[in-house]
């Protein structure tokens, strides 16, 4: 009865290993399909983007783009669910990606963890990002990165289809599927969809501000800001919009003016003090730089 009996307590004791084991092997393959998942969506990681950036331009300066936070339209549209779409529009050289940078920065002091902040750095001049479908990519990488309990709603298509999800002429058809699921996501009370340079996005850009437009309107808990030239084609979708709140950088031109003031100060104060120049020179340079700014 005793051997019976440790008999038993071995064959428990082995059976508990195999379902461990076997739950063990299903979490690992989990893991590893949601790493596989994650790695075919991916075209680019925004936040390195976004490093990348502020980088080439000289680093973020605050001084250089606080006014956008004491801006009526800007207070309007972040307290105002009516107004759900941030639009910065301006000539090229206003500084428009540098002071999306700045406002992604203060939301994210500003939010924490409480909130998802994605966001897509379009640019003509490279074939990754410069097109509708990746920007739809860039966006859902970002939430579900930042969300992993929205990753699901990818896994149901890719699991099927695998990377070809991502390359096929459906992809945009399948992509607005996810997003939209997304979207729908309880947990998702409180986010902000941004994308930069709506004038480079090159292919695709009517599918674009369709999908911005359709879906601010479909879901008020959800902010947008889009930034763009001064073209014809985006004004004539965007102006019309009564969820769209612009901000026309050519006419708060005292801001920019300051800021460009501020940021040519802060450089110059920088360079003197490496190269040891007398006051004198660091101002000539300053009234120099200012003057051709």
């Known amino acids: 009865m005793l051997r019976s009996l440790q008999t038993s307590v071995r064959e428990v004791s082995q059976l508990k290993r195999g379902v461990t084991n076997a739950l063990l092997f299903q979490v690992q393959l989990e893991t590893t399909l949601n790493q596989a998942c994650l790695r075919d969506l991916r075209t680019t990681d925004p936040g390195d983007d976004k490093k990348r950036i502020t980088k080439t331009n000289g680093g973020l300066l605050k001084d250089s783009y606080c006014w956008i936070l004491d801006n009526e339209e ?47 750095f379009c640019q003509a001049t490279d074939v990754r990002i410069n097109n509708a479908t990746s920007v739809l990519r860039g966006l859902i990488y970002s939430l579900v990165e930042k969300s992993p309990s929205l990753l699901p709603y990818v896994r149901a298509r890719y699991d099927k289809a695998g990377k070809a ?13 996810i997003f939209t699921g997304i979207l729908k996501d309880p947990s998702l009370n409180n986010a902000y969809l941004i994308i930069d340079a709506l004038d480079e996005c090159i292919y695709g850009l009517r599918s674009l501000l369709d999908l911005v437009l359709q879906e601010s309107s479909a879901h008020p808990q959800i902010k947008w800001i889009v930034s763009s030239r001064n073209w014809p084609k985006i004004i004539k979708r965007l102006d019309i919009a009564t969820q769209v709140a612009p901000i026309s950088l050519e006419l708060n031109d005292a801001s920019i003016s300051e800021a460009v003031n501020k940021y040519i100060r802060y450089k110059v104060d920088a360079l003197a003090k490496v190269k040891k120049y007398k006051d004198n020179t660091r101002e000539t340079i ?8």
């Open 165 to 177: 999800l991502f390359k096929d002429i459906n992809t945009w058809s399948a992509l607005l599927t």
């Open 286 to 293: 300053y009234r120099y730089l200012l003057s051709n700014s």
């Open 74 to 120: 800007f207070k309007q549209w972040q307290h105002n669910q009516t107004n759900r779409v941030l639009w910065i529009r301006g000539d090229p050289g206003k500084g428009k990606t540098m002071l999306l940078c700045g406002i992604i920065d203060e939301l994210t002091q500003l939010h924490g963890s409480a909130a998802n902040i994605s966001f897509f």
